[in-house]
């Protein structure tokens, strides 16, 4: 008989509450990570973290190493990137998100973010999984595009398992038929991850729908139904994005989201929640 994901499973009512940074995820409220797909200047870079900031976001992310489909495509600027998203997300008092793609990465990446992202390709590799885990920081563990919840779930089991309780899991899309949405948003499945585990569960909207249009609405349904955040693609200048420039939002998308985000919050978890929430999406300090 095969050992279920023990340390991942919930057991009560209750939702861990996973700090990033001063950032916190599972605390009731609404966590709003934004930022561009990749590091592309330090000028982009500053420019994003500040409309992040001013918009009312909590958290900055932005990819130096990109998994991209084509080896023709700008694979991003790679460890140079690294100290541009780290000292912009200081200035604008933001802990910062960043991805390790391989193993060898782990160790550079964490020396300047505040949470490693293993992203969609990677949700199953094991040693990575581990070696990230190992580095005691918090994790977004994005959920393959074509990987159940159960798999998921034993994604995040190896990071426990290795002594890192500290994950925050991200439904993105998983790989469907149509071509009008890069991806199926799979909504149901993330709230289904919620009642399976007391871990934060986030919403990437971004990648989930490719598409500039569905990425406010998504992120409200994502804050109705009760997930614990979302992790918004957004660019200070969306044409000129290297990368992904379809589904990127501009600063003020940025700013409208997250003011009606609170709203919702506001309405539908009430006023002791919103008190956090406002926290969350606006201070990185606590
Ligand atoms: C990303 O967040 O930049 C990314 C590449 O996402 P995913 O791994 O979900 O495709
Ligand atoms: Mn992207």
């Given amino acids: 008989m095969s050992v279920p994901y023990r340390l991942v499973a919930r057991t009560s009512e209750n939702t861990s509450r996973i700090r990033a940074g001063g950032v916190l995820f599972g605390d009731g409220g609404f966590t709003l ?3 561009p797909c990749s590091i592309e200047t330090p000028a982009q870079i500053d420019e994003a973290a500040a409309g992040v900031a001013a918009g009312g976001g909590a958290m900055l992310r932005g990819g130096a190493f990109k998994p991209r489909t084509s080896p023709y495509d700008f694979q991003g600027l790679g460890e140079d990137g690294l100290p541009m998203i780290a000292e912009a997300g200081a200035k604008y008092g933001l802990p910062v998100v960043t991805e390790a ?3 060898s990465q782990v160790g550079l990446v964490a020396a300047y973010a ?4 293993i992203g969609a390709r990677n949700m199953q590799n094991v040693p990575l999984l581990r070696a990230a885990a190992r580095t005691g920081l918090p994790m977004l563990l994005k959920r393959g595009p074509s990987a159940t919840l159960d798999e998921l779930l034993y994604a995040a089991e190896y ?3 290795e002594g890192n309780p500290n994950v925050v899991l991200c439904e993105r899309g998983i790989r469907g038929f149509d071509p009008h949405t890069r991806n199926v948003c799979d909504l149901g499945g993330a709230l ?3 009642e399976l585990s007391h871990l934060p569960v986030i919403l990437d909207p971004s990648h ?4 500039r249009s569905l990425i406010e609405p998504l992120t409200l349904a994502a804050a109705a139904a009760g997930l614990d955040g979302a992790i918004v693609e957004m660019h200070p200048h969306p044409s000129e994005a290297r990368c992904d420039a379809a589904q990127a939002i501009d600063i003020a998308d940025f700013a409208r989201i997250a003011k009606r985000v609170a709203a919702v ?3 539908l978890r009430g006023a002791e929640t919103l008190e956090r929430s406002e926290r969350t999406l606006i201070s990185s300090s606590s």
């Fill in 33 to 35: 990570v934004g930022g």
């Fill in 208 to 211: 989930a729908s490719g598409r």
């Fill in 114 to 117: 505040d949470m490693i992202q």
């Fill in 265 to 267: 919050v506001a309405a």
């Fill in 192 to 194: 289904r991850l919620k």
């Fill in 101 to 103: 793609l391989a193993e």
């Fill in 159 to 161: 990071v426990l398992a």
